[in-house]
């Protein structure tokens, strides 16, 4: 069993900055691949960022390349989440997930463990 716990969000004004944690514990692997994703009121859950523990590489959605950037801490098991530049928009709560896959994913459906989210509120 893996637990995933987020912290770091909050309310924040527009053009702000906010970092998000991820605690990990459990049974971790260092092929998982880590995910952040999000979802506002009335809309489905979407993907915002990946990396793989291993190596490091991260891959984006469209909507927060540039603005955000995912990095690990293998020696602490975090993962964290830095988001620059931050809009109205990105108004949502914020959930850290593991995918035991080999490929990466960019649907929630494949992930395997979820953290209990946390919210970041974007103000004009």
């Known amino acids: 069993q893996v637990q995933l716990v987020e912290s770091g969000g909050g309310l924040v004004q527009a053009g702000g900055s906010l970092r998000l944690s991820c605690a990990a514990s459990?049974?971790?692997?260092?092929?998982?691949?880590m995910g952040w994703f999000r979802q506002a009121p009335g809309k489905e859950r979407e993907f915002v960022a990946t990396?793989?523990?291993?190596?490091?590489?991260?891959y984006y959605a469209d909507s927060v390349k540039g603005r955000f950037t995912i990095s690990g801490d293998n020696a602490k098991n975090t993962v964290y989440l830095q988001m620059n530049s931050l809009k109205l928009e990105d108004t949502a709560v914020y959930y850290c997930?593991?995918?035991?896959?080999?490929?990466?994913?960019?649907?929630?459906?494949?992930?395997?463990?979820w953290g209990q989210g946390t919210q970041v509120t974007v103000s004009s």
């Open positions: 459990g049974r971790t692997f260092s092929s998982d691949i």
């Open positions: 997930a593991l995918d035991r896959s080999i490929v990466v994913h960019t649907t929630a459906r494949n992930y395997d463990y």
């Open positions: 990396i793989r523990w291993s190596g490091g590489s991260t």
